[in-house]
Nanobody, 118 residues
């Protein structure tokens, strides 16, 4: 029932910007914590940012000051604005939903590729 669909990935030059979006369905969105993760080649999947139902945010140190996570409860979407992109940001970015903020993080999107060239 729960579905997450990411969009907005692509190829950009270093220093450029991208905005990722994730549309959620099948859950009570305004009670869910949402997160963005990424996985680079031969690396483990890592947390990029998350936002609670109440709007509290957390960021990984390597994106703090460059990326911004936000949500629109009226549209059941969460976005990741990425500025000052670096080649090391190249990865597949995944949307994740933690239903009712219980810490299970059971639901994942299919991912969207972000490639940053030097």
């Amino acid at each position: 029932q729960v579905q997450l669909v990411e969009s907005g990935g692509g190829l950009v030059q270093a220093g450029g910007s991208l905005r990722l979006s994730c549309a959620a369905s099948g859950s009570i969105f305004n009670r869910d914590t949402m997160g963005w993760y990424r996985q680079a080649p031969e690396k483990e999947r890592e947390l990029v940012a998350r936002i609670t139902a109440g709007g509290s945010t957390n960021y990984a140190d390597f994106v703090k000051g460059r990326f911004t996570i936000s949500r629109d409860n009226a549209k059941n979407t969460v976005a990741l604005q990425m500025n000052s992109l670096k080649p090391e940001d190249t990865a597949v970015y995944y949307c994740n939903l933690d239903q009712a903020g219980l810490g299970l993080w059971n639901y994942w999107g299919q991912g969207t590729q972000v490639t940053v060239s030097s």
